[in-house]
């Protein structure tokens, strides 16, 4: 009976060689894909707006803050009873408030 060649001079088919280092390089390349979005991802992320607020702002009797928004120059306050309250920069009192529908259920 005839033994087997060792392992050191069994010879790899050239296919499988092809395949191995193929999948070593996409394997790399990826990696590199993943690590440079990351990058980008944080030295292109939009840095949040600064927007002068002040202190403390003055809302009408009864009215609740229900959300925040801004925008540049100005920045809006939705009230649980359905007014937004529309502020200049830096002013601690609305320029303008908008009487706002509730929407209907669905």
């Known amino acids: 009976m005839e033994t087997p060649p060792p392992e050191d001079d069994f010879a790899e088919p050239a296919n499988l060689r092809f395949l191995r280092r193929l999948v070593t390089v996409l394997t790399a390349v990826m990696i590199g894909g993943v690590l440079l979005i990351l990058a980008l991802l ?6 949040a707006p600064t927007l002068p607020l002040p202190d403390d702002i003055t809302l009408p009797d009864g009215a ?35 009487q706002i529908e509730p929407a209907p259920d669905r």
């Not at 944080?42 to 840095?47: D, G």
């Open 42 to 47: 944080v030295i292109r992320f939009p840095q």
């Open 64 to 98: 609740a803050v229900q959300a925040v928004t801004w925008t540049e120059g100005r920045y809006l306050v939705l009230t649980h009873d359905n007014r937004l309250l529309v502020f200049d920069a830096g002013a601690t009192e609305p320029g303008q408030v908008i």
